[in-house]
């Protein structure tokens, strides 16, 4: 088996296009070639750890992900984020690799179905990005927009005076004009592409905070007990998308609303249908539109086995 190091990694992502493998992942799991078991997940005292896997009939590999977040972590001088991705072989089950990203391979490919959503979700014209938190995902989910809009301005809200301007700096170095805010319903008022990006369990954002023509992908809740949207926001969208209908029946912002009563099953689409023309995307400019992206295995699959091609992974 071989062990393929973050360098490595970081080297073959360089040469990959990360949007189309991800946009191809959800749609065979929308047409139903990728196989994809329940979530495993430990939530700990302290963190979290999920465990996805699955294969895509026809592919070389089944792919096992172990992702950890432990967000009090940062206090001592390491990262919240941690994992590995491992590389099997369908037809022996032997292991022939394993990814040690750390949970690199987890962040891209997250941040990249957020630009998908938002490539056939959000409006035409995007007036200001409004951003959620000050982590990794806060950044890389703005970066990965780029070449989705052209829109450059950024108002991002945190509970951190110091996050937040280490936030304004760093982004501001990769090209945007970044304001702050510690009023979430500044997003709302201000932004019509929003991204919520937090371990929140009680929502930061309010119905009565969303204008029409408001786009929100919402990345953070993908464990039972998060929430950052009112269920509100749900019921009054014209669109809702979910990476799988199947893992958003029990995690994510629509499963809380699914709960409460305020929408149905039938008024959730899957992306892998949207992007396929299967389900509708936006039509006009003053729908309000959701992505609830709880993290879907097929997305893992995708990723660690274009890694695993690029670094010259065989299946054996």
Same mark, same amino acid.
């Given at each position: 088996?071989?062990?393929?190091?973050?360098?490595?990694?970081?080297?073959?992502?360089?040469?990959?296009?990360?949007?189309?493998?991800?946009?191809?992942?959800?749609?065979?799991?929308?047409?139903?070639?990728?196989?994809?078991?329940?979530?495993?997940?430990?939530?700990?005292?302290?963190?979290?750890?999920?465990?996805?896997?699955?294969?895509?009939?026809?592919?070389?590999?089944?792919?096992?992900?172990?992702?950890?977040?432990?967000?009090?972590?940062?206090?001592?001088?390491?990262?919240?984020? !941690?994992?590995?991705?491992?590389?099997?072989?369908?037809?022996? &089950?032997?292991?022939?690799?394993?990814?040690?990203?750390?949970?690199?391979?987890?962040?891209?490919?997250?941040?990249?179905?957020?630009?998908?959503?938002?490539?056939?979700?959000?409006?035409?014209?995007?007036?200001?990005?409004?951003?959620? &938190?000050?982590?990794?995902?806060?950044?890389?989910?703005?970066?990965?927009?780029?070449?989705?809009?052209?829109?450059?301005?950024?108002?991002?809200?945190?509970?951190?005076?110091?996050?937040?301007?280490?936030?304004?700096?760093?982004?501001?170095?990769?090209?945007?004009?970044?304001?702050?805010?510690? !009023?979430?319903?500044?997003?709302?008022?201000?932004?019509?592409?929003?991204?919520?990006?937090?371990?929140?369990?009680?929502?930061?954002?309010?119905?009565?905070?969303?204008?029409?023509?408001?786009?929100?992908?919402?990345?953070?809740?993908?464990?039972?007990?998060?929430?950052?949207?009112?269920?509100?926001?749900?019921?009054?969208?014209?669109?809702?998308?979910?990476?799988?209908?199947?893992?958003?029946?029990?995690?994510?912002?629509?499963?809380?609303?699914?709960?409460?009563?305020?929408?149905?099953?039938?008024?959730?689409?899957?992306?892998?249908?949207?992007?396929?023309?299967?389900?509708?995307?936006?039509?006009?400019?003053?729908?309000?539109?959701?992505?609830?992206?709880?993290?879907?295995?097929?997305? !893992?699959?995708?990723?660690?086995?274009?890694?695993?091609?690029?670094?010259?992974?065989?299946?054996?």
């Amino acid at each position: 088996m071989r062990i393929i190091e973050r360098p490595q990694i970081d080297e073959a992502l360089a040469r990959l296009d990360v949007l189309p493998l991800i946009e191809a992942g959800f749609v065979a799991y929308s047409d139903g070639r990728a196989v994809v078991p329940p979530v495993g997940e430990l939530i700990l005292d302290k963190g979290e750890v999920h465990i996805k896997y699955g294969f895509i009939r026809g592919e070389p590999w089944y792919v096992i992900k172990i992702a950890s977040g432990f967000y009090r972590n940062p206090e001592h001088g390491l990262p919240s984020g !941690d994992g590995m991705m491992l590389l099997f072989s369908q037809a022996t &089950g032997q292991p022939v690799a394993a990814l040690l990203d750390h949970g690199h391979l987890t962040d891209v490919r997250t941040a990249a179905a957020g630009a998908i959503g938002a490539r056939y979700l959000a409006p035409r014209r995007v007036q200001r990005i409004g951003v959620a &938190g000050t982590g990794v995902q806060a950044r890389l989910q703005v970066q990965h927009l780029r070449p989705v809009t052209d829109c450059r301005a950024v108002l991002v809200w945190g509970r951190s005076d110091e996050k937040l301007d280490l936030y304004r700096r760093d982004m501001g170095a990769e090209g945007f004009d970044v304001a702050i805010t510690r !009023d979430p319903a500044e997003l709302g008022a201000t932004c019509n592409l929003i991204v919520t990006t937090t371990p929140a369990s009680e929502p930061l954002l309010r119905a009565s905070d969303i204008r029409p023509g408001t786009h929100i992908n919402a990345i953070g809740s993908d464990a039972p007990h998060k929430q950052e949207l009112d269920d509100g926001i749900l019921a009054r969208a014209n669109l809702v998308v979910a990476d799988s209908r199947a893992q958003c029946r029990e995690r994510g912002e629509i499963a809380r609303a699914l709960d409460a009563g305020l929408i149905s099953p039938d008024q959730v689409s899957e992306l892998g249908d949207v992007i396929a023309g299967r389900a509708p995307r936006r039509t006009a400019d003053d729908q309000i539109t959701v992505f609830d992206s709880t993290g879907v295995a097929v997305q !893992d699959i995708q990723i660690a086995s274009a890694v695993g091609r690029a670094v010259g992974v065989t299946a054996s």
